[in-house]
């Protein structure tokens, strides 16, 4: 097997019963695994819901670390509605000229520099300054700012192991206050002092509903990302007549994207929390008990997706569901999709080939499944076209 390769642990369970079960924290959950039973479960918000306790629709859950709720992202309609709607434009950025160019001049630069190296330690030479950087134009900051984030390290909320860390947490939390006492003293045209700014329903953002937003814009699109980003290189290593489609086939390079974040499904899985008793898959599961949508699954379902461990670069059906589904579709999508795009167009052009030379893998204990969902580590050699 490829060492870029994501198996499927998933697949048998989908088989025979479309969900699966784990532990986390003495608050179990129930995995709805097949896409069909996922999409009718993320509709249905009234008996899923994420505005239940902040923390708690995450997997694992957070409700020990934070208690500000995150924004839009724990909230149902109609309030989620009105929330979206008041930062939907903000997010939608990225598709504008400047911001691609912006963009396109970071990673550009970011190829070079590794193109001069000997070897490369992908997650936190390349993914994690790659996105810290990117994080910047979002938010529309000086690129400066991005070497506190790096210094933070891969996990957000994670201490060098596996387990929830606090502490660890605290220093996002405080980061956070800290440019919003900024924003308030100073206001300027970063997301801050625009949230600051902004009206919902008539009312003026409070400071922790900024919070909330801030908190979600940073943590949401970390790891995620850096998986994205890390997988799509160790992919190319292994497949280097893809960088060479690539390079001769530029047309393709939306449907490329979308299949690598289909594969890979950064994100394995996001809760909700059920209202009242009821059943998913023909399984009765009760009120104030949690679900999950498996995203990592259902992007495998061999009944909506031909050849489905499979990476086809050029997939033209492709309703994965690895931005979420329905109304809670990250609101992030368009800035990941756009630098995803802008990254594999440049490797494409001045990466002749890269040599998979060390690698750890990053597996997700899920009690009764253990998926790899990237690398705690991976060393290439970049080769210049």
């Not at 193109?115 to 994690?128: G, N, Y």
């Amino acid at each position: 097997m490829k060492k870029s390769a994501l198996p499927d642990p998933f697949a048998a369970a989908r088989l025979e019963k479309g969900i699966g079960h784990m532990n986390d924290q003495d608050d179990p959950v129930t995995m709805i695994l097949r896409l069909k039973d996922l999409r009718k479960t993320a509709h249905n918000y009234k008996t899923f819901q994420s505005g239940a306790t902040p923390g708690r629709i995450v997997v694992p859950s957070e409700v020990n670390i934070r208690d500000t709720r995150q924004i839009p992202f724990e909230l149902d309609p109609p309030e989620h509605t009105a929330y979206r709607a008041a930062v939907e434009a903000w997010f939608r950025r990225p598709l504008e000229e400047d911001y691609t160019r912006a963009l396109t001049g970071q990673i550009e630069a970011l190829v070079n520099e590794v193109l001069q190296r000997d070897t490369v330690e992908v997650v936190s030479a390349f993914a994690l300054p790659l996105q810290s950087r990117a994080l910047t134009l979002l938010l529309n900051i000086p690129e400066a700012e991005a070497e506190i984030w790096i210094s933070w390290g891969t996990h957000v909320f994670r201490s060098e192991g596996v387990a929830l860390d606090g502490d660890k947490a605290s220093i996002l939390y405080d980061y956070i206050d800290e440019q919003i006492d900024r924003a308030i003293a100073n206001p300027g045209e970063d997301l801050y002092s625009v949230l600051l700014a902004s009206a919902v329903n008539g009312k003026p953002m409070t400071r922790e509903e900024v919070r909330g937003v801030m908190i979600l814009t940073f943590a949401g699109g970390r790891d995620t990302l850096i998986n994205a980003i890390t997988n799509s290189v160790a992919y190319f290593a292994e497949h280097p007549e893809s960088l060479t489609r690539l390079r001769n086939e530029p047309e393709i390079l939306n449907r490329a994207v979308e299949e690598l974040v289909r594969y890979f499904a950064p994100l394995t899985h996001m809760g909700r929390v059920v209202t009242q008793d009821t059943e998913v898959c023909a399984h009765a599961v009760r009120a104030d008990s949690r679900v999950s949508l498996c995203w990592a699954s259902a992007n495998r379902d061999a009944a909506v997706f031909d050849k489905a461990d499979e990476i086809v670069l050029d997939r033209k059906l492709n309703p994965h569901v690895s931005f979420g589904f329905s109304h809670h579709n990250c609101l992030g999508a368009t800035h990941a999709r756009q630098l995803l795009r802008v990254l594999v167009a440049t490797l494409a052009e001045k990466v002749a080939s890269i040599d998979l030379l060390d690698h750890q893998d990053n597996i997700e204990d899920l009690d009764q499944f253990k998926r790899k969902v990237g690398f705690d580590s991976l060393t290439v050699r970049f080769h210049a076209r």
